[in-house]
């Protein structure tokens, strides 16, 4: 298999020779501390509602300024730090602080990119139309009710200006897919301030302030539907297909969240060798099932065995506490906490673009510590056919293999140990998509692979390897899509098309995903993230010899904060001659 060689984008983060950068000098430590303070400090400010799920309250009740003035303020702080960084002698840091400055470079690249290459302020709908999101003021109990009232109620006033802020920044023509997602997401926004935070403040007693805070809330649903009524008069009849982001600017997305320099050709052309691997997997499991079945009708067959819609988050609750305890008592990997995950629909705002998530609180957070587990419910205005495929997903065991992925051992657990970690500021707040969603990919394999799921029955165990190869065939249908959109053209109906003949799903939840990537281009590190964290482990087996653990190894994983998988080599591998051997 060909090799991902990550590289950091050389004209800022050229690497350091490696005697440089293991020095236990800290002369230049406080100078770069006081900068990455003074970044973060202008990052949150002109993203309060970010600072605000990390746990940072003073941010409480403030929204972005969205004004053209105010975005072009933003990318020149962004390209003064950018300098200021580059300006730095990373020679003089110390190892973790080195990382940290390789972290923040990472991130206002990712950031300039954003507003200046992919326009996200200009061509994308999606950005303003779920942007009044209040939900974390009712969700978690980090101050009185009345106080988080209050928060909502700034909050929403400022709606009116936020959506012709909007309607001044959006270019002419904009991408269907784009505008059709806008809608739906707006529109459930509007839902969720007319319905659900109604229901969840019914119980307030203070008349003076529900005054108040209804005369904002209606004057935010007018807001959000106007916005909506303008996309759907102004801006669907001028559509267009031009939603792929092109080559260049994607090996500039790889390089800039993963320091990943392989072409686009050969990311699709190990996509492809991987698809069609576990394509292979997938059919070895159906044979065990039943041999004289094609595959397809095999797992057609295993799919039907799901709840129904009324059952669905009842049932998704019930091997939660057994998947957990599986990890203990196998020493699969460390629970630094006894505090379970909550397990509940998704928001009615949320489900256009989510089948499941989980939602934790910030790194930062100490009173409202409450982290969520959401499965997106049937629509009850689906027809039979599209309601039996969406949850032909949520199988028993293809359920399973996603309370895995979401919670133990993967997002919830990884949340639990960056929290109980000694990892920087900097290490908490900024991420890589690959470590964070290619852990919880890993995962799936790992943790079948350690036994869960095979008591003896072989029947069973091939259903849970058929799940499990279900959900990375999703994934590597990812990235060849997302390869396939925005570098060589793919429109949605031959996404669509892929993703059903190669996930073996239903037309609904593919054409979710085809829509996805229209907007998502980066759902392809799921796959390269996990096949990365493979590599790693394998290197780090052979470094460890027999002081080789999977709990050794998933531990160290997790309580490094969430680099790039190139730093994390760093972090873990002492043979500085393989740290670029990625895959």
């Known amino acids: 298999m060909k090799k991902i060689?990550?590289?950091?984008f050389v004209s800022t983060f050229a690497f350091i020779s490696c005697n440089k950068s293991d020095k236990n000098s800290a002369s230049g430590d406080a100078d770069f501390v006081k900068l990455s303070e003074e970044f973060?400090?202008?990052?949150?400010?002109?993203?309060?509602?970010?600072?605000?799920?990390?746990?940072y309250h003073q941010y409480d009740g403030k929204i972005t300024d969205y004004s053209k003035a105010s975005i072009a303020a933003e990318v020149a702080r962004?390209?003064?730090y950018e300098k200021k960084l580059a300006a730095i002698d990373s020679t003089t840091l110390s190892t973790k602080t080195f990382y940290d400055w390789k972290m923040l470079g990472f991130n206002i690249k990712r950031e300039l990119l954003n507003f200046e290459n992919l326009a996200v302020y200009t061509k994308n709908p999606m950005t303003y139309a779920g942007a009044i999101d209040v939900n974390i003021y009712i969700k978690r109990n980090f101050a009185p009710l009345e106080q988080q009232i209050k928060s909502i109620i700034a909050i929403e006033n400022e709606?009116?200006?936020?959506?012709?802020?909007?309607?001044?920044n959006?270019?002419?023509?904009?991408a269907l897919p784009h505008i059709q997602l806008a809608i739906e997401i707006a529109k459930g926004s509007a839902s969720f301030l007319g319905y659900d935070l109604l229901v969840a403040l019914k119980d307030?007693?203070?008349?003076?302030?529900?005054?108040?805070?209804?005369?904002?809330?209606?004057?935010?649903i007018d807001a959000i539907n106007d916005y909506v009524s303008f996309l759907e008069k102004e801006k669907l009849p001028k559509a267009n297909n031009d939603y792929a982001i092109g080559k260049e600017n994607y090996q500039k997305m790889l390089l800039y969240n993963e320091g990943i320099t392989m072409s686009a050709d050969d990311i699709l052309a190990i996509g492809i060798k991987e698809l069609q691997k576990e394509q292979a997997s997938f059919d070895a499991a159906a044979k065990i099932i039943n041999p004289n079945k094609k595959p397809i009708d095999v797992y057609n067959d295993m799919q039907k065995e799901?709840?129904?819609?009324?059952?669905?988050?009842?049932?998704?609750?019930k091997n939660l506490e057994a998947i957990r305890q599986f990890l203990i008592d196998k020493k699969i990997v460390t629970m630094p906490s006894e505090v379970r995950v909550k397990l509940e629909e998704t928001p009615a705002f949320a489900r256009a673009t989510s089948t499941a998530s989980m939602d934790t609180p910030g790194p930062f957070e100490t009173k409202a510590t409450e982290a969520y587990y959401y499965i997106t419910p049937v629509d009850s205005k689906w027809t039979p056919k599209q309601a039996e495929d969406w949850l032909s997903q949520f199988?028993?065991?293809?359920?399973?293999?996603v309370s895995v992925h979401e919670a133990y051992p993967g997002h919830y657990t990884q949340f639990l140990h960056l929290n109980a970690s000694d990892a920087s500021k900097i290490q908490k707040i900024f991420g890589s998509y690959a470590f964070i969603e290619g852990w919880a990919h890993y995962t799936e394999k790992m943790i079948l692979d350690a036994g869960f799921g095979n008591s003896g029955d072989p029947i069973k165990a091939a259903k849970y390897r058929m799940a499990q190869s279900g959900e990375a065939l999703l994934r590597l249908c990812r990235l060849c899509v997302s390869v396939k959109t925005h570098c060589y053209g793919m429109n949605v109906d031959d996404a669509t098309k892929f993703f059903m003949n190669n996930w073996y799903q239903g037309e609904k939840s593919s054409s979710q995903e085809a829509l996805r990537g229209t907007y998502d281009p980066g759902y392809l590190f799921y796959t390269l993230g996990k096949l990365q964290i493979l590599k790693l482990q394998e290197d780090y087996k052979k470094q460890e010899g027999n002081k080789y653990s999977l709990q050794k190894f998933n531990d160290a994983m997790l309580d490094n904060g969430m680099p790039p998988i190139q730093i994390m080599r760093e972090i873990l591998l002492k043979d500085k001659t393989i740290w670029n051997d990625i895959l």
Do not use: C
Request: hydrophobic residues 40%; without cysteine.
């Open 5 to 8: 060689i990550l590289l950091f």
């Open 40 to 55: 973060i400090y202008g990052y949150l400010a002109w993203r309060p509602q970010t600072g605000v799920y990390l746990g």
């Open 78 to 80: 962004l390209k003064e």
């Open 159 to 168: 709606a009116p200006k936020l959506y012709e802020d909007a309607k001044a």
């Open 170 to 174: 959006l270019q002419d023509s904009l």
């Open 204 to 220: 307030v007693k203070n008349d003076s302030l529900m005054k108040v805070f209804n005369s904002a809330n209606k004057k935010a």
């Open 306 to 317: 799901h709840p129904t819609a009324a059952s669905l988050i009842p049932d998704s609750k």
């Open 395 to 401: 199988n028993y065991y293809s359920t399973d293999v």
